[in-house]
């Protein structure tokens, strides 16, 4: 998860330099390498529904969100965590909602932080979308569009840790040091309440949960292989609440 804060943004119905007056979020998975992410109100709407103020983030549960959140914005397969927002000159598709939403908030005399903390019901939806309408076609007047947005439906279940419904087997190998000795070392763990569809070693919630292994005093050169199944009868099972 990469969190902004502090700075000033171009504001893009504007184009004036604003304080940035609330954190933003967005989660990318590096997978251990180099990546490039984008920050904006769109990716932190997402994160909002996706995991709200406590949940723990998976790249699996956020992906979902976000592609349901850009799909219902009228950008489906536009990648609103990696997609670089263009605002000036040739705009893109992604830069025209983000001048919608700019708009939106002067219109409506809503803050920033009201509108990306906020997950909205049924009922709150419905008079978003009206008033999201409004505002998109005042700042694209050459490119009006119509929005029918139901935040809803972007709730995904088990999206941290406890009461997910995912499960994940994890075998650990390596060495173990023991009174001078080293022997093999073979574990099978059972792990289970994480977001579903998401066993991988990009899961905060499976290295959480599996932290202390790397600490197991004289373990070495450590492998970990992660299964959607666990193994019966696994060394242990870790429940996660």
């Given at each position: 998860?990469?969190?902004?804060?502090?700075?000033?943004?171009?504001?893009e119905?504007?184009s004036v330099s604003?304080?940035?007056s609330a954190p933003?979020?967005?989660?990318?998975?590096?997978?251990g390498?180099s990546?490039t992410?984008?920050?904006t109100?769109l990716?932190t709407?997402?994160y909002?529904?996706?995991?709200g103020?406590t949940?723990?983030?998976?790249?699996?549960a956020?992906n979902?969100?976000?592609?349901?959140?850009?799909?219902?914005l009228?950008?489906?397969?536009?990648n609103?965590?990696?997609t670089?927002?263009?605002?000036?000159g040739?705009?893109?598709?992604?830069g025209?909602?983000?001048a919608?939403?700019?708009t939106?908030?002067q219109l409506?005399?809503?803050?920033?932080q009201s509108?990306?903390?906020?997950?909205?019901?049924?009922?709150?939806?419905?008079?978003?979308?009206?008033?999201?309408?409004?505002?998109?076609?005042?700042a694209?007047?050459d490119h009006t569009l119509t929005?029918?947005?139901?935040?809803?439906?972007l709730n995904?279940?088990?999206?941290?840790v406890?009461g997910?419904?995912g499960?994940?087997?994890?075998?650990?190998?390596g060495?173990l040091t023991?009174?001078?000795?080293?022997?093999?070392l073979?574990l099978?763990?059972?792990?289970?309440?994480?977001?579903?569809?998401?066993?991988t070693s990009?899961?905060?919630?499976?290295s959480?949960?599996?932290?202390g292994?790397s600490?197991l005093?004289?373990?070495?050169n450590?492998?970990?292989a992660?299964?959607?199944t666990c193994?019966?009868?696994?060394?242990?099972?870790i429940?996660?609440?």
């Amino acid at each position: 998860m990469v969190e902004v804060s502090g700075g000033n943004y171009l504001d893009e119905a504007t184009s004036v330099s604003t304080a940035l007056s609330a954190p933003m979020r967005v989660v990318i998975n590096a997978n251990g390498g180099s990546v490039t992410g984008v920050v904006t109100p769109l990716t932190t709407l997402a994160y909002t529904y996706a995991f709200g103020t406590t949940g723990t983030p998976t790249s699996t549960a956020y992906n979902t969100v976000a592609t349901n959140l850009a799909t219902q914005l009228q950008i489906p397969g536009v990648n609103i965590a990696t997609t670089a927002p263009v605002v000036t000159g040739t705009v893109n598709d992604y830069g025209r909602l983000l001048a919608g939403i700019s708009t939106y908030l002067q219109l409506n005399s809503v803050s920033l932080q009201s509108l990306i903390s906020t997950a909205l019901d049924e009922v709150d939806s419905a008079q978003f979308s009206v008033a999201f309408t409004t505002a998109y076609n005042t700042a694209n007047p050459d490119h009006t569009l119509t929005f029918t947005f139901d935040g809803s439906k972007l709730n995904v279940s088990g999206t941290g840790v406890g009461g997910g419904s995912g499960t994940c087997g994890v075998n650990v190998q390596g060495t173990l040091t023991v009174g001078g000795n080293s022997v093999p070392l073979n574990l099978n763990y059972c792990i289970n309440g994480i977001a579903a569809d998401s066993c991988t070693s990009g899961n905060s919630s499976l290295s959480q949960a599996l932290s202390g292994q790397s600490g197991l005093a004289g373990a070495a050169n450590l492998n970990y292989a992660y299964s959607p199944t666990c193994v019966a009868n696994p060394d242990f099972t870790i429940n996660l609440n």
